[in-house]
């Protein structure tokens, strides 16, 4: 299994992000994501998950389901939370897990986990009860990694992964992005934080050159 883009070009808000860039991401390896503030990490995660459409460029996996576009091989996992605050925690992962479906891809062993044993595998089955938004940050940021677990897809799509959470979540989490690793999964993070995944890649971003018209001039 592969993912596969190439010369990548996106554009937000009238301005040039980045253009003409490719990489390719073989099963059991992590694209660490890196770059300056606002330089387009978080645009390309959104852009690989089908958020941002493409100025140009193709997005594709080798490997994976014909019928299924990239991004519904993915999960993504970014600064919004997406939590009911008025429905019980255990109601927000199962309406999740009813509204996506696992994908299937060569190589790839991931399997859905029940919504119960999610929580306790972020040390939150003991909130399943409790509206979501009696949460703490930390815990409201695990129900939302929980998502991941509940219907198995092969490419997690990660924004600063590790945000509000303390060391012991923390260890937590790269156990669980490991183990995806492991079991042919690939990721794709953008992260201030340097995490420890047992095979990783670097993608470093850079700001695009800017459009000239005819005379040089740079264009509006």
């Known amino acids: 299994m592969k993912l596969i883009a190439e010369n990548l070009t996106i554009d937000r808000g009238g301005r040039r992000v980045f253009q003409d860039l490719s990489f390719t991401l073989e099963s059991g390896t992590a694209l660490v994501v890196t770059g300056a ?43 919004q939370n ?53 949460l703490s940050a930390g815990q409201t940021r695990r129900l939302a990694l929980a998502r991941l677990l509940v219907t198995a897809r092969p490419v997690w799509l990660m924004d600063e992964p590790t945000s509000a959470l303390d060391k012991a979540s923390e260890a937590g989490l790269l156990k669980l992005m490991n183990q995806h690793l492991d079991d042919g999964g690939m990721i794709v993070t953008a992260t201030h934080t340097e995490l420890a995944l047992s095979r990783t890649r670097e993608l470093h971003l850079q700001a695009a050159e800017p459009a000239l018209d005819s005379a040089g001039e740079i264009l509006a």
Request: aromatic share 8%.
């Open 82 to 134: 997406a939590v009911k605050a008025a429905l019980s925690v255990l109601e927000n992962l199962d309406f999740w897990k009813s509204f996506t479906s696992p994908v299937q891809a060569v190589g790839f062993q991931g399997t859905s986990v029940p919504p119960e044993q999610a929580l306790k595998l972020l040390t939150i089955g003991h909130t399943a009860r409790l509206p979501a938004g009696y």
């Open 37 to 79: 503030n606002g330089i387009g990490k978080s645009s390309l995660l959104r852009t690989l998950a089908g958020l941002v459409p493409l100025a140009g460029g193709t997005l594709r996996i080798e490997g994976g389901e014909d019928d299924r576009p990239a991004e519904e091989h993915a999960h993504y996992f970014g600064h």
